[in-house]
């Protein structure tokens, strides 16, 4: 059974094990040849495939976003076709009037097309985290960039939670194969359906996978921040955060922790400012610009405070819980992957030669 499903899917196969490890075989490729970039969880913005200095991190977001699309993209062409093609010629009929019981015979695709392609695009993802965060040509450490890895596209491109995200596009497109009977319907449900999906985890629900910490400033240092203050660079060393966080939501709050919308458009702002040509030296600038920012920052204060906010929360995740949250959310795919082969053999069984 095992060789007959290899023989009849071996270009679905190959499709869906080689597409994966040749991406990250180019990628790897790349970036030893380019010598290896910073530690960075962001993605480059660099994107001149000619410019030596940019190569690898061109190739590596290039990468990183066919890596996202990958588990959509093979679960409507490789998920969906597995059994549709033979839903819709019927061949299925000589494979259910055999001996092989429809579990077998349901279960044999899933061991050989699913499982090795799911392994496949796990592997790239693990290379990709590789090439990005292991091949810095200098002495760095872990660069913080004010992004975290637990960002979107980045944490799903780059850990094993990829091949999770793929078993849930091939079992779903397994799912809808057999019951709309249609390749085409099953191919549009299977991409809206998995780019739903893939959307809510990073929106909704990876915020959730443990208790967010809570970073709180009074009114007065919040405005304090907006309308001057020291930027991190002129700060002291041990006082700079090295290691990025993942902010999950940020706002003003009451006294009692609840979230407070500011209308800023309450606020009595001054109307007579005045040009840096108006002044007839930088000291006399600098002077009413002072005065005016120590004006603004009053004004904020007391309408802040005005419309009940007494302080200013951040939630967020330290970039540490990235392969804690890397097996949670593959944890997570997996049961839903395991949901829809469920249904799938409902529907087998139901299935009618």
Request: with cysteine.
């Amino acid at each position: 059974m095992i060789w007959v499903t290899w023989r009849q899917f071996r270009t679905t196969i190959l499709f869906g094990v080689l597409t994966p490890l040749l991406l990250a075989a180019i990628t790897i490729a790349i970036t030893l040849l380019d010598g290896g970039v910073a530690p960075i969880p962001v993605l480059q913005g660099c994107l001149g495939i000619g410019d030596d200095y940019c190569t690898a991190e061109t190739a590596q977001t290039i990468a990183i976003l066919l890596t996202i699309a990958l588990p959509v993209v093979l679960g409507a062409f490789v998920g969906v076709t597995v059994f549709s093609r033979d839903l819709e010629r019927r061949s299925h009929v000589l494979g259910l009037t055999q001996s092989v019981s429809r579990r077998r015979w349901y279960g044999v695709r899933v061991l050989v097309v699913f499982v090795p392609t799911m392994l496949a695009v796990a592997l790239l993802g693990c290379a990709l985290y590789w090439a990005k965060y292991r091949t810095s040509p200098g002495a760095f450490a872990f660069m913080s960039t004010g992004e975290s890895r637990l960002d979107f596209p980045t944490f799903g491109a780059t850990g094993f939670v990829a091949g999770a995200y793929t078993a849930v596009g091939l079992m779903l497109g397994a799912a809808c194969a057999l019951a709309m009977r249609n390749t085409i319907a099953a191919m549009i449900t299977t991409v809206v359906v998995s780019t739903a999906f893939l959307a809510l985890l990073p929106t909704q629900i990876r915020e959730h996978y443990a208790s967010p910490e809570v970073q709180r400033q009074t009114v007065e240092q919040k405005t304090s921040e907006m309308y001057g203050g020291t930027p991190d660079f002129y700060l002291p060393m041990d006082s700079i955060t090295i290691y990025p966080r993942w902010n999950v939501s940020s706002g003003y709050v009451d006294r009692h922790g609840d979230v407070v919308a500011i209308d800023w458009q309450r606020c009595t702002w001054p109307d007579d400012y005045r040009d840096m040509s108006e002044f007839e030296t930088v000291a006399e600038y600098e002077e009413y610009s002072d005065r005016r920012s120590a004006d603004n920052a009053r004004i904020a204060i007391e309408c802040v405070r005005g419309q009940g906010a007494e302080a200013f929360e951040t939630k967020y995740h330290e970039d540490r819980l990235f392969w804690r949250f890397q097996a949670i959310e593959t944890g997570l795919s997996l049961v839903i992957a395991a949901l829809f082969g469920g249904l799938s053999l409902l529907l087998v069984r139901r299935l009618r030669p």
